[in-house]
């Protein structure tokens, strides 16, 4: 299948290792044109070189944290200045902080929602206008299936991936008329760095092993097994490609149909 990929200008937030760096990867194969950010420079710079090295991509890579406006707009403006066009925007970058209300400390809650709610906000906010510019854009937003299923330890993710479900159709909404389109990906349990991390946080909280958790979550999967990021980069890829122009403003689970909701 012709994607329509090839010498798209894509900008990928938290490229530098898991979901992130899986997206930039395949995305790369595609022929895309990649602009990469992170906050770790050496894992940003790693990750640029092993991708370049294996498809030869055209990559521009800024260490930017996206709960800083500047960075954003520095990243934003690097790109531009690079490219001289914005194609896509994958918004990524964001952590998970497991834990119920007694575990979550107000500087919990502002730093993720600076962190990944107001992150995606800014750089959809920096990106529409070069979008506009060039008549269409595509924004993709990885969410996570939180937002559509809560849950006491996943109060925070819950909350957050919830409000960019609400933003990812309300930006498509607005954004019809200039042919930007909108979607969300929510990934169910992947096996990234930050799972881990999650793991060993929630097998404190319940007291039990990491490896139980795990066990415990894989049990629970339809497929039997956890997502790698290579799952969820196979429909990124999808999802900004030119087959799928007609699907707009929608947040798509990725989780083997563990959530059991409608939409």
Known sequence: MNTGLQGKVVLITGASKGIGRAIAQALAEEGARLALCARDERELKLATDQIQYHTKADIIAVKANTTKLNDIRRFVAATAKKFNRIDILINNAGGAHIGGIFQTTDEDWEYHLQFKLLGYIRMAREVIPHMKKNGSGK?????????????????????????????????????????????????????????????????????????????????????????????????????????????????????????????
């Open 139 to 263: 924004i993709i937003n990885i969410i996570g299936t939180a937002g559509k299923e809560p849950h006491p330890l996943y109060m925070v993710p819950g909350v957050t991936n919830g409000a960019l479900i609400n933003f990812t159709k309300s930006l498509s909404r607005e954004l019809e008329p200039d042919k930007i389109i909108v979607n969300g990906i929510n990934p169910g349990t992947t096996d990234t760095p930050l799972t881990i991390e999650t793991f060993n946080t929630m097998a404190e909280i319940l007291r039990k092993t990491p490896e139980e958790i795990r066990q415990s979550i894989v049990e629970q999967s339809p497929r039997g097994y956890i997502a790698s990021p290579e799952d969820i980069a196979k429909i990124v890829v999808f999802i900004a490609s030119d087959a799928a122009n007609f699907i707009n403003g929608v947040s798509l689970n990725v989780d083997a149909g563990k959530i059991l909701g409608l939409c």
